[in-house]
């Protein structure tokens, strides 16, 4: 059973930076992708980037329009870890973050997505 832990939520000033981590037990990179979402109060939840490799080896990384040059996905292998840098927050990127993982190929769909952490909060005050 894959299983996703997310942690690095917080308070931070606009301005501020954040990393969450996506610890992963029961799979591995290997064609798979793993994605953050984001759900504001109100609102559907949202892609914000994917981290996909075929071969566990080589990753793809892909970002939400709104988000790219201000956040960074990465992976670690040895710990099954993803991880989101967060730099330059805004309040707009106050929600609950989700980790969430697939077999196959990057999607922005979270109906394709079967496994899905708990969630962590992130709220950035002005």
């Known amino acids: 059973q894959v299983q996703l832990v997310e942690s690095g939520g917080g308070l931070v000033q606009t301005g501020g930076s954040l990393r969450l981590s996506c610890a992963a037990s029961?799979?591995?990179?290997?064609?798979?992708?793993t994605s953050w979402f984001r759900q504001a109060p109100g609102k559907e939840r949202e892609f914000v980037a994917a981290?996909?490799?075929?071969?566990?080896?080589?990753?793809?990384?892909y970002y939400s329009d709104s988000m790219k040059g201000r956040f960074t996905i990465s992976g670690d292998n040895a710990k099954n870890t993803v991880y989101l840098q967060m730099n330059s927050l805004k309040p707009e990127d106050t929600a609950v973050y989700y980790c969430?993982?697939?077999?196959?190929?990057?999607?922005?769909?979270?109906?394709?997505?079967?496994?899905w952490g708990q969630g962590t909060q992130v709220t950035v005050s002005s």
């Open positions: 969430a993982a697939r077999l196959g190929s990057y999607s922005r769909d979270t109906s394709t997505y079967n496994y």
């Open positions: 029961g799979r591995t990179f290997s064609g798979s992708t």
């Open positions: 981290l996909t490799s075929t071969d566990g080896r080589i990753f793809y990384a």
